[in-house]
C-alpha cells in the first residue's frame, strides 16, 4: 500500500511549467554542471559524521560469520554476495567506461553515479573528492555495494511498522520526495544492522525492519533518473512530453524522478505489474496459457517483490552455527543473479590478480547463475503460421520489461536457421557473427532501447553540437528514439507512460506481455531452428565508449578486456526447432492442407479445450482457447489452400 500511495502522490503533482530554463548556459562540452546539479536528497557524507556517527563498514567484517563453515555450506550463506554485480559494482570496466565519458560530457557526472555503485565510498565523501572514483579507497572499490549499505538502510516512508529508531534517522535529514530512485538512500548513522527477521539474536546490534522484504529496498537504485533535465508536460507524464536541461548550478526544481529524464525504470515497471499486487501472482497456475511453472520463487509459493525472484527463499540455517541460528524454508539467497555474465567476465580478466578466493569461486557461482536467470526469462513458442510463413512468439517471464535495466548496448534478439532436406543451411535471420560480434539486424526483430538527442540537444547551434538522432552520451540524452522491449504481466499503457515506461515507436496492446515475429519461408526449407539470444553490450556501444574517450584510458582498457572474453557472448536464452509443413494455409484446423467444412467440424469438436497459444488443437486464431471466434476465423479462410 505504501507503493500505491506514493504513485498517487507523484501523479497528483503539477510539473512546474517552465523548463529548459538554463538551456542557453549548456554550451560546449564538457556542460560547466556542478554538484548541485545532480544533487539528490537522502543521507548525505554529512549526516554520517555527527558525533557518534559510523562510517559503513567493510564487507568482510562479515565474512567470518556470514560465509559459511565450509565450501559446500557457502551456497546458502549471505557471501554469495562475493560473485555477485553488486560486489563488483564500482570496479565493472564497463561502468567505469561509461563514467568517464559522462565526466566528459557534464562536469562531476560521475558522482551520481558512485551514489549507487559505491556507497560505501559516496557516503564517506570520497566519491566527492573526485567523480572519476579515483579517490575511492581499494576496498570501496573492491566492495561496490557491500553488506552494511543495504543493512544499515531506513526506509524513508514513516511507517509504524518500521523500528521506532527510523524515525529519528528520519527526522535528522532533509526532507525526501515520495519517488524512488538515483540512490536516494537514508542510512542510520549508528550501526545498527536492519533485516527482515525477527527472531534472531546475533553478537551485534539489530533491528527488525520490515522494509527489507520489500521492493521498496530494490528501488533505491533500480529507478535512475538524470537530475539534470526536466520534464516538459502535463500534471502526469505522457508519450509527448519533452525534456530540457535545468538552469546550471541549481537542484532538480522538486526532485520528483518522475519529473526528470528517466534512464532507467526498473522498479516502476515492476510496480506496475501483476506482480506488484497484493500477495503477488502463484508460482505456477495451471489457468494461465503461459504458465510460470514455479521457475522463480524457490521455496515460495508467490512471487511479488524484486526478492522473490533475485533472493529467491532456500532452506538453510540462517549464520555461523556457533550461534546456533534456526534453520529456515525462506533463507533469501544472496545471489542477486540477473543476466549480466558479461559484467563477471570482464572483473575476471581485468582484476584476475585482485580476486581473493572468495570471490573466485563465488563468480564461477554467478556465471551460471546468470545463465539459469535468461533461461527462465522468457517462453518461445513457433508454429506455421500459413503456407509461406512462420511465426515466433517471445513470452516476457519476468516482473519488469523484457530487457530492463541500464539500457545502452543491451539487446535480446530472435535467430532462425532455415535448413533444407539435406540439412544444409539456406538463410538465416538475425544472423550474429561471434568473430566480428556483428549483428545483422534487417531482417529479425530486435529488443531495445534507443536514446538520442532533439533538436532541443543536439544539432547545429545546439549547446552540445551533437548529431540529433541516436546517442551514446548518455548524461546528454533527452529523447527516448525506440523502446520496443516486451512488458510484464499486468502492464497497461496508461500506468507505464505515467511513469515514464511507456513504449516509443512500437505498441502492445494492454495485458500482452508477449510479442510476435513473422517470418517468410524461404524456397526449400524444410526445417527451422529458432533461437532467442541476450547480450549485455552490443559491439556498437563498446566501440563508442573506446573511441570517445579522450580523457582517460577506461575505454580502451574495457575493449581489449571485451575482445579478450569474447566480445560479450550473446547468451541463448531458447532454442526451439520446428519441421515445416508442405501445405499449412491459416485456418487449416485438422492439417489436410485446405480450409474447408471438415476444420469447422474439428472445431466444434475441440470447443472449450484452451491453454499455450500455438499447442492447443482447433485453436487456429491463436488465442489459447477454443471458442466461436476460431469458427469465424475458419469461415473467413474458408476455400483456402497453399496449391
Not at 456 to 479: I, K, R
Amino acid at each position: 500500500m505504501k507503493s500505491e500511495s506514493r504513485r498517487l502522490w507523484v501523479r497528483g503533482c503539477c510539473l512546474y511549467a517552465a523548463v529548459g530554463i538554463g538551456l542557453s548556459a549548456w554550451a560546449g562540452l564538457p556542460i560547466a554542471t556542478t554538484d548541485l546539479d545532480f544533487d539528490m536528497p537522502g543521507t548525505q557524507p554529512a549526516d554520517m559524521s555527527v558525533p557518534g556517527g559510523k562510517p559503513i563498514a567493510s564487507a568482510s567484517d562479515c565474512r567470518q560469520c556470514h560465509l559459511g563453515n565450509d565450501r559446500a555450506d557457502e551456497t546458502l550463506k549471505p557471501w554469495r554476495w562475493r560473485g555477485s554485480v553488486h560486489s563488483h559494482a564500482a570496479r565493472d570496466p564497463l561502468f567505469r567506461a561509461a563514467v568517464a565519458i559522462a565526466n566528459q560530457d557534464a562536469t562531476g557526472a560521475g558522482e551520481l553515479c558512485f551514489r549507487c555503485h559505491s556507497p560505501r565510498g559516496w557516503l564517506a565523501g570520497r566519491a566527492q573528492l573526485a567523480a572519476d572514483g579515483s579517490a575511492l579507497t581499494a576496498a570501496d572499490i573492491d566492495e561496490g555495494v557491500g553488506c552494511d549499505s543495504c543493512h544499515r538502510m531506513v526506509d524513508r516512508i514513516a511507517d509504524p511498522g518500521n523500528p521506532i529508531e527510523d524515525a529519528s534517522v528520519l527526522a535528522a535529514i532533509a526532507a525526501v520526495p515520495p519517488t524512488w530512485g538515483n540512490a536516494t538512500y537514508v542510512v542510520d548513522s549508528d550501526d545498527a544492522k536492519r533485516g527482515p527477521f525477527n527472531d534472531v539474536d546475533p553478537p551485534h546490534s539489530w533491528l527488525h525492519s520490515p522494509h527489507h522484504q520489500t521492493a521498496d529496498i530494490c528501488a533505491t537504485c533500480h529507478d535512475v533518473s538524470n537530475p539534470a533535465m526536466s520534464r516538459g508536460g502535463g500534471a502526469t507524464p505522457a508519450s509527448g512530453d519533452t525534456y530540457a536541461p535545468n538552469g546550471l548550478g541549481a537542484e532538480h526544481p522538486d526532485q520528483v524522478s518522475y519529473n526528470m529524464f528517466p534512464e532507467q525504470r526498473t522498479y516502476s515497471e515492476w510496480l506496475n505489474s501483476a506482480y506488484a499486487t497484493p500477495g503477488g501472482l502463484a508460482t505456477s497456475d495451471a489457468s494461465d496459457p503461459y504458465d510460470m511453472n514455479n521457475r522463480f520463487g524457490g521455496n515460495s509459493a508467490t512471487i511479488g517483490k524484486c526478492q522473490d525472484c533475485h533472493m529467491q527463499d532456500e532452506t538453510g540455517q540462517g549464520c555461523w552455527s556457533i550461534f546456533n541460528p534456526p534453520v529456515r524454508d525462506d533463507l533469501p539467497q544472496h545471489d542477486f543473479s540477473g543476466g549480466n555474465r558479461f559484467m563477471l567476465e570482464l572483473v575476471e580478466h581485468v582484476f584476475a590478480e585482485d580476486l581473493d578466493i572468495d570471490a573466485v569461486s563465488q563468480i564461477a557461482r554467478a556465471k551460471l547463475d546468470a545463465d539459469a536467470m535468461l533461461a527462465k526469462a522468457t517462453d518461445t513458442y513457433v508454429w506455421q503460421s500459413d503456407c509461406d510463413s512462420v511465426n515466433v512468439r517471445v513470452v516476457n517471464q519476468c516482473g519488469h520489461k523484457l530487457l530492463t535495466g541500464y539500457p545502452e548496448g543491451r539487446r535480446v534478439w530472435v535467430n532462425v536457421r532455415w535448413f533444407d532436406g539435406a540439412d544444409a543451411l539456406v538463410s538465416e535471420n538475425g544472423a550474429y557473427d561471434f568473430v566480428t560480434a556483428v549483428l545483422m539486424t534487417g531482417d529479425t526483430k530486435v529488443y531495445e532501447t534507443h536514446m538520442g538527442l532533439d533538436s532541443t540537444m543536439g544539432g547545429p547551434g545546439s549547446p552540445t553540437e551533437l548529431p540529433v538522432g541516436d546517442s551514446f552520451h548518455l548524461v546528454l540524452n533527452n529523447v527516448i528514439m525506440g523502446d520496443n522491449r516486451i512488458p510484464p504481466r499486468g502492464f497497461t499503457n496508461t500506468a507505464f507512460e505515467a511513469v515514464q515506461a511507456g513504449h516509443a515507436g512500437y505498441s502492445y496492446a494492454d495485458g500482452q506481455h508477449w510479442d510476435d515475429s513473422v517470418y517468410a519461408v524461404p524456397v526449400g526449407a524444410v526445417r527451422a531452428e529458432v533461437r532467442v539470444y541476450y547480450q549485455t553490450a552490443s559491439k556498437e556501444y563498446i566501440e563508442f565508449l573506446d573511441t570517445a574517450n579522450t580523457t582517460t584510458t577506461d575505454g580502451s582498457v574495457l575493449a581489449a578486456a571485451w575482445a579478450a572474453v569474447g566480445k560479450s557472448t550473446p547468451t541463448v536464452m531458447d532454442s526451439v526447432e520446428i519441421l515445416l509443413a508442405v501445405s499449412a494455409p491459416g485456418g487449416d484446423a485438422n492439417g489436410d492442407g485446405v480450409v474447408d467444412v471438415n476444420d469447422i467440424s474439428y472445431v466444434l469438436f475441440r470447443l472449450g479445450m484452451s491453454g499455450t497459444p500455438s499447442l492447443v488443437e482447433g485453436d487456429v486464431n491463436l488465442d489459447g482457447v477454443v471458442d466461436v471466434n476460431d469458427i469465424s476465423f475458419v469461415l473467413f479462410r474458408l476455400g483456402d489452400s497453399c496449391t
